[in-house]
């Protein structure tokens, strides 16, 4: 699936209102009040470390941790959020994913159940549906600009985890995705990237192609639309 690279140091054209530190880039995690959202916890290093070695940006080297509540995420130039559970979003938390989304930020949200019909899956896509409208959660063509913002792929990358776990036995062959005036806003995976990309560092080496790959894609593409 892999291709080559499609770009080699793309400067972010997107920055926050503020900048920690003077990084290009710093890795949120969101926390939410229902559900689980403390999951794949060495995932975010294994990203960070991707970034630093395939890019020219100025990465943070830590994960930062915030309440989706808190105004201080609407700084942020990426954010994560996943979780097996329940999702439903407080009115602080609603109107903060709102505002982000739409004032340009970009949110990567994970189903770590990865099953269409799962408990995470069906809540997130209700705050959705209720956020933004019934029909904005969309498919991502897989000729998506994603795909292409750093290294090629041609669509989605799956995931091992797939076909283990939670019994559908299914291999999600899309992303999907909101757009907010051309641009997404949201990137929505069942395939729990997540767990994917969540391992001991020092396994990196045994991989035969580095998986995190896409991860560095996801990110130039939220600093670059």
Same mark, same amino acid.
């Given at each position: 699936?892999?291709?080559?690279?499609?770009?080699?140091?793309? /400067?972010? /054209?997107?920055? @926050?209102?503020?900048? $920690?530190?003077?990084?290009?880039?710093?890795?949120?995690?969101?926390?939410?009040?229902?559900? &689980?959202?403390?999951?794949?916890?060495? =995932? @975010? $290093?294994?990203?960070?470390? #991707?970034?630093?070695?395939?890019?020219?940006?100025?990465?943070? !080297?830590?994960?930062?941790? +915030?309440? +989706? $509540? &808190?105004?201080?995420? +609407?700084?942020? @130039?990426?954010?994560?959020? /996943?979780?097996?559970? %329940?999702?439903?979003?407080?009115?602080?938390?609603?109107?903060?994913?709102?505002?982000?989304?739409?004032?340009?930020?970009?949110?990567?949200?994970?189903?770590?159940?990865?099953?269409?019909?799962?408990?995470?899956?069906?809540?997130?896509?209700?705050? =959705?549906? #209720?956020?933004?409208?019934?029909?904005? %959660?969309?498919?991502?063509?897989?000729?998506? !600009?994603?795909?292409?913002?750093?290294?090629?792929? &041609?669509? !989605? !990358?799956?995931?091992?985890?797939?076909?283990?776990?939670?019994?559908?036995?299914?291999?999600?062959?899309? +992303?999907?995705?909101? &757009?907010?005036?051309?641009?997404?806003?949201?990137?929505?995976?069942?395939?729990?990237?997540?767990?994917?990309?969540?391992?001991?560092?020092?396994?990196?080496?045994?991989?035969?192609?580095?998986?995190?790959?896409?991860?560095?894609?996801?990110?130039?593409? /939220? %600093?670059?639309?």
């Amino acid at each position: 699936m892999l291709g080559g690279l499609a770009g080699a140091a793309l /400067a972010p /054209a997107w920055r @926050p209102a503020r900048a $920690a530190a003077d990084y290009d880039f710093w890795f949120t995690r969101l926390k939410y009040d229902s559900g &689980d959202w403390d999951v794949d916890q060495r =995932m @975010p $290093a294994n990203l960070i470390t #991707s970034l630093i070695d395939y890019t020219h940006l100025r990465v943070d !080297p830590k994960e930062h941790v +915030l309440a +989706l $509540a &808190d105004p201080k995420m +609407l700084t942020a @130039p990426f954010c994560y959020l /996943a979780g097996h559970k %329940l999702v439903e979003f407080n009115p602080d938390e609603r109107r903060n994913f709102e505002r982000y989304v739409r004032n340009g930020g970009f949110v990567f949200v994970d189903d770590c159940n990865h099953d269409i019909d799962g408990l995470f899956a069906r809540s997130f896509e209700a705050q =959705m549906a #209720s956020i933004f409208g019934r029909k904005a %959660l969309k498919k991502l063509a897989k000729n998506h !600009p994603i795909y292409r913002s750093f290294f090629v792929f &041609d669509g !989605p !990358p799956a995931t091992g985890f797939e076909l283990n776990g939670w019994g559908d036995d299914l291999v999600h062959d899309y +992303l999907q995705g909101i &757009d907010i005036d051309g641009r997404l806003g949201v990137l929505y995976s069942n395939k729990d990237y997540g767990c994917e990309w969540d391992y001991d560092w020092r396994n990196k080496r045994f991989l035969a192609d580095d998986n995190t790959k896409f991860g560095v894609n996801i990110v130039m593409y /939220a %600093l670059n639309s």
